[in-house]
C-alpha cells in the first residue's frame, strides 16, 4: 500500500511576501533550511520560488538582490491533497514536470512535498526515474 502524501511531506511551509526582495527570500532559505518558498500576495498564495530560481533568474540574470521576489516565482502552481497517495503526487509531478508540489488540506497549503520525500522505502520508485527525467528537460 502507498504512503499517504501527508505522510512524507514537509509541513508548515515556509513563505515570503510578494514585495520582499531576493536577498530577504534567500535568507530565509538559509535560515530555515529550505530550498523552496511560497510567495504570497495580496493575502493569498502567489507563487513558489526555489532555490534554483534566485540563481537563474535572478543572480544569472545580474538582479539586483534589493528587487522583489514575486516576478522570479512560479505562479502556475500545482497541488496535490494531504490524503492523496503518494503515487498520485508522483504522476503529477513527472507529468507537470515539477519536483515540489504544495500539499493543500481543506484549501489551504499544509506542506510541500518534494521528490526526495517520495524517495521513500515502498515509494513509487519507477515514477521517480520519469520526474528526473522530465525536469531534467525543463
Known amino acids: 500500500m502507498c504512503a499517504r502524501v501527508r505522510d512524507v511531506m514537509t509541513p508548515g511551509p515556509i513563505g515570503v511576501d510578494y514585495d520582499q526582495s531576493i536577498g530577504e527570500a534567500a535568507r530565509v ?7 523552496a518558498v ?3 500576495r495580496d493575502g493569498s498564495l502567489y507563487g513558489l520560488v526555489t532555490d534554483r ?6 543572480i544569472a540574470e545580474g538582479k539586483s538582490p534589493d528587487e522583489p521576489v514575486g516576478p ?13 497517495d503518494t503515487g498520485v503526487a508522483a504522476r503529477l509531478m513527472r ?3 515539477v519536483r515540489r ?3 493543500l488540506e481543506d484549501g489551504q497549503v499544509t506542506g510541500i512535498v518534494t521528490l526526495g520525500d517520495l524517495s521513500i522505502p515502498d515509494g513509487p520508485a519507477l515514477e521517480l526515474a ?3 527525467r522530465v525536469t531534467a528537460a525543463a
Open 38 to 40: 511560497l510567495v504570497v
Open 95 to 97: 507529468d507537470h514536470a
Open 29 to 35: 532559505m538559509r535560515d530555515w533550511g529550505v530550498g
Open 130 to 132: 520519469d520526474i528526473l
Open 72 to 84: 522570479l516565482s512560479s505562479s502556475d502552481l500545482i497541488g496535490v491533497d494531504a490524503d492523496a
Open 101 to 103: 508540489l504544495p500539499v
Open 53 to 58: 530560481d534566485l540563481v537563474v533568474r535572478a
